[in-house]
């Protein structure tokens, strides 16, 4: 009788632990493809250059609009000792984020917030870092000009804003970087003044 309660509390167990492995991974998938933007990471090598790009400096706030896993996050505040500040809508994501900043030593240094970033407070992101679609990209424009101080810098990986021109570019890894208040233009003025 024992045995049989006992092997049915072990089976209990990995059941419920399959189950909510199971659940947190569905949760991981769902909540962003509800936004319209699948939680694919950046890779860091990439990360680490659009941080140089942006010309990001030693304690100025950076946010990461859609925060995923938290890497942007901890390159931010690990190799260039910014503060950094993810704005993430999975609460997964958000958990994990947290999990990782205080496993790393940087809780002092990393906030997630969990929340859709079209509502997000940005008055004080001297950096916003952004891996979106065009579509995202699109819908973040007139929100980011309103919200951004004079000199903040947007950093957008893949996806270009059509009606700024950029105010640094790396065509090999697809960065792009806008000063505030953009300028009215586009990547091909951009490339044209370049080409001189
Ligand atoms: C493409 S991933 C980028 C992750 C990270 N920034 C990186 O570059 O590795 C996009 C992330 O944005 C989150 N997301 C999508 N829509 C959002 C919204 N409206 N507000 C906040 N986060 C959102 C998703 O959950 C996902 O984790």
Not at 76 to 89: P, Q
């Amino acid at each position: 009788m024992f045995r049989v309660i006992t092997i049915s509390m072990i089976i209990l167990f990995f059941f419920g632990f399959f189950l909510l492995l199971f659940i947190l991974a569905l949760l991981w998938i769902l909540v962003p493809a509800l936004y319209g933007l699948p939680s694919i990471p950046t890779k860091s090598e990439r990360i680490r250059n659009a941080l140089k790009l942006a010309n990001l400096q030693p304690n100025e706030v950076l946010y990461d609009l859609g925060a995923g896993d938290g890497r942007v996050l901890l390159i931010a505040s690990g190799k260039f000792g910014a503060k950094a500040v993810g704005i993430e809508i999975g609460p997964v994501q958000c958990a994990l984020i947290w999990l990782r900043a205080t496993a790393n030593g940087f809780s002092d240094k990393i906030q997630v917030r969990w929340g859709n970033y079209l509502n997000a407070d940005l008055r004080d992101a001297d950096v916003v870092f952004l891996y979106a679609t065009s579509q995202e990209v699109l819908k973040l424009a007139s929100y980011l000009e309103k919200q951004l101080k004079q000199g903040a810098r947007v950093v957008s990986i893949s996806a270009d804003f059509h009606e700024w021109e950029p105010s640094n570019f790396d065509e090999h890894d697809l960065i792009f970087v806008y000063e505030i208040p953009p300028k009215k233009g586009s990547l091909a003025t951009y490339l044209l003044k370049n080409s001189k």
